[in-house]
């Protein structure tokens, strides 16, 4: 399991060569983010097109001129044409409501407050107390989805709060084994995600979704389509293993990793569906596929 640090206010350039905790890493402990990926998704209406056409004109009066007469060489190859990049799961109508969808959106720096009080209006404050939303929401949300299936996501970049209290183990140090109360820790966020209804988060994801689409371009992908990149991290997360049975681990002074190495191996994200339990990752995983239903096109492969 990913090493965890009790300093957590370690620069991203130092946690990126070292193996993140489980304290240090609060959202990737929290099936909340998946619930938040939902929300997360609660972020934009309308699709997002790139423009990279090359048109060839024939300037007037001109007749087009014939082919020269073949030489020696071989001609060279025609120009070949721009390719717009492929959308695989565009965006659906989610019927947002009029009253909703009519309004303008904020600009990305702004948007802060807009998508609190949309999901504060949706699903009433209380069902979300406890879930601190970050600044840049939106940015965060985007680059932590972007992360999940690598081995790392720098944890400044969390956008929510961990469950409460620290990572529980049982037995000793040669038989350290993760504990079941450890799992107990998330029943108030698998309980949330349970309760949230998939088809309004995914009216406040069309709503909002302009704003992530920028946020993606902003990370670094001007030509990619942040829907798709939502769609094939969920179905990395589908993947994960189903661990059952005493999870083993091993210390490292503060640190902890899994004591088998295909599992200290697995991505940040299928490493959080292992840390929370088969039970819990089980409901977590049905939530991803109501979800995913929703904002893909075709099934996964």
Known sequence: MSKRSPTPDVPPSALERRVQSSEEAPLLHSPVFWVALAIVGAIGAGLYYWENRSAWETL???????????????????????VEPEIQHPIP??????????????????????????LTRTFGRESLSGIALSE???????????????QHVPSHLFPL?????????????????????????????????????????????????????????ELGYPKR????????????????????G??????????????????????????LLVRMGPDNATVIKSKLREFRREIASRPPT
Request: charged content about 25%; cysteine-free.
């Open 161 to 217: 709060r961990p469950p409460p209290g620290r990572l529980v183990t049982s037995g000793r140090d040669d038989t350290l084994v993760l504990s079941a109360d450890n799992y107990a820790r998330y029943a108030r966020f698998v309980k949330l995600a349970q309760t949230l209804e998939t088809k309004k988060l995914v009216a406040i994801y069309v709503r909002f979704y302009p704003l992530l689409q920028q946020a993606y371009a």
């Open 60 to 82: 007037p009066g001109q007749p087009p001129q014939p082919a020269p007469a073949p030489e020696a060489k071989a001609p060279e190859p025609a120009p070949e044409a721009s």
């Open 225 to 244: 389509y942040f829907n798709d990149r939502l769609v094939e991290v969920i179905d990395h997360l589908l993947a994960a293993p189903e661990v059952h």
């Open 246 to 271: 005493p999870v083993e681990l091993v210390r490292f002074g503060p640190y902890y990793e899994f004591a088998d190495p295909e599992l200290e191996e697995l991505s940040a994200g299928r490493k």
């Open 136 to 150: 840049e929401l939106i940015r965060h949300l985007v680059a932590t989805v972007d992360g999940l299936p690598r």
């Open 93 to 118: 109508d989610a019927g947002t409501a009029e009253t909703e969808a009519s309004k303008p959106l904020p600009g990305l720096d702004t948007s802060d407050e807009a998508v609190q009080q949309s």
